[in-house]
């Protein structure tokens, strides 16, 4: 399972290295997103700083349907679904080997979002260990909870607004859970952060299990 992973995970990642999709479009959305909210919110007010936690997730979540969406167009043209149902890989191994391609993209771009609350926010992190491992199990808990939803909506004519509709709720407890944490490693007490963290991680475990498991059935249903 884990060989067909890294298989699928290397196509899909060879696939957006060459298309560039997410250094042209998705990358520069999520900066203009936290430039919005800078523009929308009075610094000298100290809302900014306030919010920064709230306000970088929220641009991860929203650059994260650009990405998942992308993901799944993916296994949509010239048959490649079909070409999946017939290869042999085992459907547990394609499901991780997409979420973990998603999970990669997502953390590069957050670092690039981490580089902009710094110059855009002022914001200083004093927890790094909590701000790293939030960032790992909440990207994980985001990319396959958006995988296993995007193979659900997949072959339908409106999946393109279907599955914002359909993630957004279900990563509410991880919007919720990953800027508890990270309120915490921004200039307040790293400890309290802890508990919400393994929260994203029982989370991500949970759905990547999920997905795991019901794949097969969503990829001969689609």
Same mark, same amino acid.
């Given at each position: 399972?884990? $060989?067909?992973?890294?298989?699928?995970?290397?196509?899909?990642?060879?696939?957006?290295?060459?298309?560039?999709?997410?250094?042209?479009?998705?990358? @520069?959305?999520?900066?203009?997103?936290?430039?919005?909210?800078?523009?929308?919110?009075? @610094?000298?007010? +100290?809302?900014?700083? $306030? !919010?920064?936690?709230?306000?970088?997730?929220?641009?991860?979540?929203?650059?994260?349907?650009?990405?998942?969406?992308?993901?799944?167009?993916?296994?949509?043209?010239?048959?490649?679904?079909?070409?999946? $149902?017939?290869?042999?890989?085992?459907?547990? +191994?394609?499901?991780?080997?997409?979420?973990?391609?998603?999970? !990669?993209?997502?953390?590069? /771009?957050?670092?690039?979002?981490?580089?902009?609350?710094?110059?855009?926010?002022?914001?200083?992190?004093?927890?790094?260990?909590?701000?790293?491992?939030?960032?790992?199990? !909440?990207?994980?808990?985001?990319?396959?909870?958006?995988?296993?939803?995007?193979?659900?909506?997949?072959?339908?004519?409106?999946?393109?607004?279907?599955? @914002?509709?359909?993630?957004? @709720?279900?990563?509410?407890?991880?919007?919720? +859970?990953?800027? $508890?944490?990270?309120?915490?490693?921004? *200039? *307040?007490?790293?400890?309290? *952060?802890?508990?919400?963290?393994?929260?994203?991680?029982?989370?991500?475990?949970?759905?990547?299990?999920? +997905?795991? /498991?019901?794949?097969?059935?969503?990829?001969?249903?689609?």
């Amino acid at each position: 399972m884990w $060989r067909d992973a890294a298989l699928v995970a290397g196509r899909d990642l060879r696939i957006e290295g060459r298309s560039r999709v997410a250094i042209s479009q998705v990358g @520069p959305f999520a900066l203009l997103v936290l430039v919005l909210f800078a523009f929308a919110l009075d @610094p000298e007010r +100290g809302v900014l700083e $306030r !919010a920064t936690a709230g306000l970088f997730w929220v641009a991860v979540l929203l650059s994260a349907m650009l990405t998942l969406g992308r993901s799944a167009a993916l296994d949509e043209a010239d048959g490649v679904r079909d070409g999946l $149902r017939l290869s042999g890989l085992d459907p547990g +191994g394609i499901f991780l080997g997409k979420a973990l391609a998603v999970a !990669a993209q997502l953390l590069a /771009l957050e670092v690039v979002l981490a580089a902009g609350v710094i110059i855009l926010y002022d914001a200083e992190p004093t927890g790094i260990a909590l701000l790293v491992a939030t960032c790992l199990s !909440a990207t994980a808990a985001v990319a396959a909870t958006g995988t296993l939803y995007g193979a659900l909506v997949s072959g339908l004519r409106v999946r393109e607004t279907l599955l @914002p509709l359909l993630v957004l @709720p279900a990563l509410a407890p991880v919007l919720i +859970g990953a800027t $508890r944490a990270f309120e915490s490693a921004l *200039g *307040g007490v790293p400890a309290e *952060g802890w508990p919400w963290c393994g929260l994203l991680a029982g989370f991500a475990v949970f759905y990547s299990l999920a +997905g795991a /498991l019901a794949y097969g059935a969503l990829l001969e249903g689609s």
